[in-house]
């Protein structure tokens, strides 16, 4: 049985690679750093409670919290756990099918998310729109439908309208 050569990279696609890998690096270190400063909360934790602010009625299966989030069930009931700690959220049984649970965003967590959302706004706009023209942006945006399409062909991350 034969292998296929190896395609190597060139030397544009290996520079372009290794800054993707930089960025995937640098970046989320620098979102829980001021995420944990300012509001503190990890990047996941707010993650969590932007995305039931964003769902109907801000409530969301489990399952479906865990699938949008990209995180195992254990992780994310154990991030619900301390968010429930804090008030935040607040695990309630699913009135259409009794063996699931969901979670629901309080009002005190809705009022975390309103807080909180400038300064990730800010640090998102510092890091990497600002460093951007707009045509950049539109650029990167073409770029990561273009992964996200290979690495989430189900879209369950529910990054598209």
């Not at 995937?24 to 503190?40: F, I, T, Y």
């Not at 993650?47 to 489990?62: F, H, I, T, Y």
């Not at 990497?128 to 062909?153: C, E, G, K, S, Y």
Request: with cysteine.
């Amino acid at each position: 049985m034969e292998s296929e050569p190896v395609r190597w990279l060139t030397p544009e696609q290996l520079r372009a690679w290794i800054r993707l890998e930089a960025v995937a690096e640098l970046l989320p270190p620098v979102l829980d750093s001021q995420l944990q400063r300012d509001a503190q909360l990890t990047h996941f934790e707010y993650l969590v409670l932007a995305k039931l602010s964003e769902a109907p009625d801000r409530v969301l299966r489990m399952t479906a919290l865990a699938a949008t989030t990209n995180a195992t069930l254990p992780r994310l009931s154990h991030v619900v756990s301390r968010l429930e700690a804090r008030d935040f959220v607040e695990r309630v049984p699913c009135p259409s099918d009794r063996r699931a649970t969901n979670a629901h965003l309080t009002e005190a967590g809705w009022q975390k998310v309103v807080d909180t959302a400038p300064g990730h706004v800010a640090t998102v706009r510092d890091h990497v729109i600002d460093a951007l023209t707009d045509d950049q942006v539109r650029q990167l945006d073409d770029i990561m439908a273009a992964l996200l399409t290979r690495l989430d062909p189900d879209n369950t991350l529910r990054y598209l309208p």
